[in-house]
């Protein structure tokens, strides 16, 4: 793939003010290649919610975007505790969200799932105690 | 009825005008819970809710949603309030409960 477009991005840990500006700039990015709006939808609803996560509930980490003809690829990789059950996790309304995070409108559950169901393939890589490595696919 | 439609109304307080308020209304969307409106609000929809904080922004512009209503006086937050400015999101703010404007939406939109 040696004509890939490559953005990469840091996000910090706790950063919630800040949650979503990743994903907002990528949509921007997109938007400006003449990427087909449904398209960049689907990534800024799959990115925001795996940035969310980093932000929630892994210690930040970083975002990797690759862009070709042919798909967009966004890796995700955190410094965070991991997922212990990862199935469990995908569960539509499984969260662990925190009292204080649940407050401000998170925790419903439903990011794994969205991020599912807005790409053509999602891959979760986790070490407990390590972090988590998610890659996800649109295909363009 | 595209945006500003809805603005001359003048039934909600402008809290934000942003930048794309021709932009045509499709369907009324309630929900207070974020990653259940960024996987089912529709793209172009009006957006009722209760929460005025930054995330509400950030998924008002992911999702493309085409306004936001704060329902039952909700505030939008200093922050919140120079996100929308930035990004250009059309935010209106209503002492009427959640149901009771998004009632008045649907019924304009379908009338
Ligand atoms: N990057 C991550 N590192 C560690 N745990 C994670 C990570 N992402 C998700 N999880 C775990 O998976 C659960 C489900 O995640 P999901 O995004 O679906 O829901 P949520 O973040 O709890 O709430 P919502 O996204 O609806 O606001 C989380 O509550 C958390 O326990
Ligand atoms: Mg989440």
Redesign the pocket.
């Known amino acids: 793939m040696e004509d890939a477009i490559v953005l990469k991005y840091q996000v910090i840990d706790g950063e919630f003010q800040r949650a979503g500006e990743v994903s907002s700039d990528v949509k921007h990015k997109l938007k400006q290649m003449g990427v087909p709006a449904n398209i960049v939808r689907k990534v800024a609803i799959a990115m925001y919610?795996?940035e969310?996560?980093?932000v929630?509930?892994?210690n930040g980490?970083e975002i990797t975007v690759e862009i070709t003809p042919e798909q967009i690829k966004m890796i995700?990789a955190?410094v965070?505790?991991?997922?212990?059950d990862?199935e469990?996790?995908?569960?539509?309304g499984?969260?662990?969200?925190s009292d204080a995070?649940?407050n401000l409108?998170?925790?419903?559950?439903?990011?794994?799932?969205?991020?599912k169901k807005n790409t053509d393939s999602l891959d979760i890589e986790?070490l407990l105690g390590e972090?988590?490595t998610?890659t996800m696919i649109v295909k363009l | 009825m595209t945006v500003k439609d809805l603005i001359d109304k003048n039934w909600y307080k402008v809290i934000n005008e942003g930048d794309e308020t021709e932009r045509e209304i499709g369907k009324v969307f309630c929900c207070d819970?974020?990653?259940?409106a960024?996987g089912k609000a529709p793209a172009d929809c009006a957006w009722v809710t209760v929460m005025g904080n930054i995330n509400t922004l950030a998924v008002a512009t992911l999702a493309d949603a085409a306004v936001v209503i704060l329902a039952e006086n909700a505030q939008l937050d200093a922050n919140a309030a120079s996100k929308a400015a930035q990004q250009g999101v059309t935010v209106l703010a209503t002492e009427m409960p959640i149901f009771d404007a998004a009632l008045q939406i649907y019924r304009a939109l379908n009338a």
Do not use: W
């Open positions: 919610e795996g969310v996560n980093m929630i509930h892994a980490g995700l955190d965070g505790p991991g997922i212990p990862v469990k996790a995908m569960t539509a499984f969260s662990t969200a995070t649940r409108g998170f925790g419903a559950g439903m990011g794994l799932p969205n991020m986790t972090g988590t998610i | 819970l974020l990653s259940i960024m």
